[in-house]
């Protein structure tokens, strides 16, 4: 790809509070079109990368463009080609829900028509219409974040930030929000995710890019990261206690890998990092041919949440000292 098909490029970026050093030579390139995961531990600079890219924070060094715009020196370009949803609710919850993006408009210099119009058109793109007389705050959850995306999208921005966009939220309310972010992807806007949950990353993003204290460490696509961690895992769950040695010299020996066994689930298992399904279909051979009846049998593959945790080290959050409301104390330029 050359550059210009780059909507969000970052070379080197770093930004201290303090004596912390919140990213420490940040590279990132999220091509146009798509959805790009940010995840990483918590403090580990996913927030404030959103920040410097959106020009809320001033990086120390290094540089990035957003939407083709140096995000220093054309600050002002760069904030009228985005649009930014953060982590928590920024509609008012007094206000009706077509009052809020009618507020929003105008704050975006739209004029009062202009305003009204482009609330419309984002109330129903965003399935609000029958509720846009209510009060927010009389709104779900999932409905809060659907038209706090509808605000972010005033303007319909080229490049769109979503900084934890469905924390807190019921599994339903998150499927909503999934949706819309695919639809909007589809309509040719750039999204770059932040997120803890690594379901919805496996899920919405076409490339991810993992960050530990305030650098990048691993990206590629999700099923790119999940293979680093193996091809897959036979587990095989028994009925009977007593053939646990049995098939766990069987298992072991189609795996060419040693077998772990689990007395109290009745469960034997074993990596099959090459040929996994011809070794699934060896083990079910061999297990029937010795007599050993089995209550279930699957090849699993790893999960993103595998993967991150071995790209991590399995750290836990906030053991850098570098917390996100640090990351908020420098006020915007």
Not at 222 to 233: E, F, H, N, T, Y
């Amino acid at each position: 790809m050359t550059t210009s098909e780059f909507a969000v490029v970052a070379e080197g970026l770093r930004k201290r509070y303090g004596d912390t050093e919140a990213l420490a030579g940040l590279d990132l390139r999220v091509p146009a079109g798509t959805v790009h995961g940010l995840l990483g531990p918590n403090g580990a600079g996913k927030t404030t990368a959103v920040r410097v890219l959106t020009t809320l924070a001033r990086p120390d060094g290094g540089r990035a463009t957003v939407a083709g715009h140096d995000v220093v020196r054309a600050a002002a370009r760069v904030r009228a080609g985005v649009g930014l949803v953060g982590q928590h609710a920024a509609v008012d919850e007094v206000l009706s829900g077509r009052r809020n993006l009618v507020m929003f408009g105008r704050l975006c210099h739209l004029g009062p028509r202009a305003a009204r119009r482009r609330a419309e058109e984002l109330l129903e793109r965003f399935r609000l219409t029958e509720a846009a007389g209510r009060p927010a705050g009389s709104y779900s959850g999932g409905m809060r974040r659907r038209l706090d995306l509808a605000a972010g999208m005033i303007l319909a921005p080229p490049v769109l930030f979503l900084d934890e966009p469905t924390t807190g939220l019921d599994p339903r309310a998150r499927a909503e929000v999934w949706d819309e972010v695919r639809a909007l992807v589809g309509g040719g806007t750039t999204v770059l995710l932040t997120t803890q949950y690594l379901e919805e990353a496996d899920r919405l993003a076409d490339g991810i890019s993992v960050i530990d204290r305030g650098r990048v460490i691993a990206e590629g696509s999700p099923g790119d990261l999940k293979a680093r961690v193996g091809g897959g895992r036979i587990e095989v769950v028994l009925e009977d206690p007593a053939a646990l040695t049995a098939a766990a010299e069987i298992v072991a020996r189609a795996a060419g890998a040693r077998a772990e066994v689990d007395p109290g689930a009745l469960r034997v298992g074993a990596p099959a990092d090459a040929g996994g399904a011809a070794v699934l279909i060896e083990v079910v051979r061999a297990l029937d041919g010795a007599g050993v009846r089995v209550a279930d049998i699957v090849l699993r593959r790893p999960t993103l949440d595998e993967a991150f945790l071995r790209l991590t080290g399995d750290r836990q959050q906030g053991d850098t000292g570098q917390k996100d409301d640090t990351e908020q104390k420098e006020v915007p330029a």
